[in-house]
């Protein structure tokens, strides 16, 4: 950081959402030897937001404190007596010494000089087509392999850096507001595509051993390394068959477990873990949704539609959904664009017959559920049938008697055919947003805004979409 350039600190700033202080730097020509150099009072006159002073500060002060604390460690390591081995060998050294040097990283990680036509393309502000986005996730893809000496496992400190710093320098790639998540995935499914033909490099073979990936197929055994061709043919093409096998009997049990009344859920749970690459390759190549529910039925459960989901993306989608009711409810019934609406007046005119706290908080949040998508403008037809046939084959509600507490139905449909009965509005809401990421369905447009919206803050995303 010593060494920066003016322009390398602009970036910096940039990358940890300081942007607006970039052209204030650029008038003080504050270096990298500068930034380090400032104190509290020049922070004071250069930042006028006391939160960004806090912010910028504390990003120093820990940037010195990485260095002095690697500073006295290596002086440590130079001067250990030969008494004190664990000194300079022991394992929280190594601990250290990597997560400085991811720190190293993220702190200097500058964009690649992307190609002539690459850069034609984005001179003109334009989203580039399918074609175009790959050649830019093989050049970051590229880049950040050198960047981490050869590595072909960045953390997901280091995907959201690279990210953000391409979404900053070119902000019509974050297409309505969901192009994070979109160029993020697109990242590491492309490491994933590097890695899968590697079969010599080192950290790669451990990593696919200690996931399981692809076992018992790259590799001869040695017994058949010895036998002839036809028998060595034989050989390889048995663990695959094995595989085959045991995954019909995985896809039998469960089939037979579904008709059960008392199901076994812990061993569901395993057999579902097991059979995900297949299920996620089917749903890739775009099978029919009758056929991959024939063989996976337990995915027509709220609790395994919110585990796949949770599998994919390491967020608990039901959790999520009744913390954003609860924050969102009272505000969205409080807009004056759905003051109108008949769920509006509908839900008026429930609330004057019941004096219980808890129905009458379970029916605003139904309310506030139905409501979303008026709120953006959006196709309500597309979110939710209210006591009306189903009529759209993309994901969708179908809610009958939506504020009776003793008959009130919620149902995903997919295909216009029912795929499960849900609980209640917060259940139903987890489960809509679940099956367009577990069945790999695109959003409609005009119902876009809307589930950008909870996608955002299903995602924790920086920058989350808020209510108009």
């Not at 650029?26 to 006028?48: F, I, P, T």
């Not at 010494?97 to 190293?104: E, M, P, S």
Request: hydrophobic share 40%; aromatic share 10%; proline share 5%.
């Amino acid at each position: 950081m010593e060494n920066w350039s003016v322009d390398q600190v602009c970036n910096w700033l940039r990358q940890r959402n300081l942007g607006e202080l970039v052209p204030k730097f650029r008038e003080e020509e504050v270096s990298g030897a500068a930034l380090l150099a400032l104190n509290d009072r020049m922070v004071q006159q250069l930042v006028k937001k006391i939160g960004h002073q806090a912010v910028l500060m504390d990003l120093i002060n820990k940037y010195q404190q990485q260095k002095s604390g690697l500073e006295s460690l290596t002086y440590c390591c130079k001067t250990a007596s030969p008494e004190f081995p664990e000194v300079i060998s022991g394992k929280n050294l190594k601990s250290f010494f990597a997560r400085y040097k991811t720190l190293q990283w993220t702190s200097s990680y500058a964009l690649p000089d992307f190609p002539y036509d690459v850069k034609c393309i984005l001179a003109e502000k334009k989203c580039p087509d399918h074609s175009m986005r790959i050649r830019i996730i093989e050049f970051l893809q590229a880049d950040m392999t050198k960047y981490l000496e050869g590595s072909l496992y960045p953390n997901s400190q280091q995907y959201n850096i690279v990210v953000n710093a391409l979404l900053q320098a070119y902000p019509f790639l974050d297409e309505d507001g969901n192009g994070f998540l979109l160029w993020k995935r697109a990242l590491k499914d492309r490491f994933k595509y590097v890695r899968r033909p590697i079969e010599d490099d080192e950290q790669v073979l451990r990593n696919k051993c200690k996931f399981g990936h692809r076992r018992g197929q790259t590799r001869k055994s040695s017994f058949a390394e010895n036998k002839p061709d036809d028998v060595q043919v034989q050989a390889e093409e048995e663990p695959v068959h094995l595989e085959g096998s045991a995954m019909d009997v995985h896809i039998k049990w469960l089939k037979e477990e579904y008709m059960k009344t008392q199901r076994n859920w812990k061993e569901v749970d395993n057999r579902m873990n097991v059979t995900i690459e297949l299920r996620r390759k089917m749903i890739s190549n775009k099978a029919p949704l009758k056929d991959i529910l024939r063989l996976f039925p337990f995915l027509r459960c709220p609790y395994q539609l919110f585990r796949e989901f949770q599998l994919l993306t390491h967020m608990d989608i039901y959790k999520k959904t009744v913390e954003i009711l609860e924050i969102y409810s009272e505000n969205i019934l409080s807009l004056y664009v759905v003051r109108n609406n008949p769920i509006n007046i509908m839900l008026q005119e429930n609330l004057k017959r019941h004096t219980e706290e808890d129905i009458l908080k379970y029916m605003k949040t139904t309310a506030a559920c139905l409501l979303l998508p008026d709120v953006f403008g959006d196709d309500s037809s597309l979110f939710a049938a209210v006591n009306e046939e189903v009529k759209v084959v993309t994901p969708v509600l179908e809610v009958k008697n939506p504020f009776n507490v003793n008959s009130c139905e919620f149902a995903l449909y997919v295909g216009r055919e029912e795929l499960a009965q849900l609980d209640d509005c917060t259940m139903a809401l987890a489960a809509l947003v679940a099956a367009f990421h577990v069945f790999d369905i695109p959003c409609p447009k005009r119902i876009h805004r809307t589930l950008n919206f909870l996608e955002s803050l299903v995602f924790e995303v920086r920058s989350p979409a808020s209510l108009p």
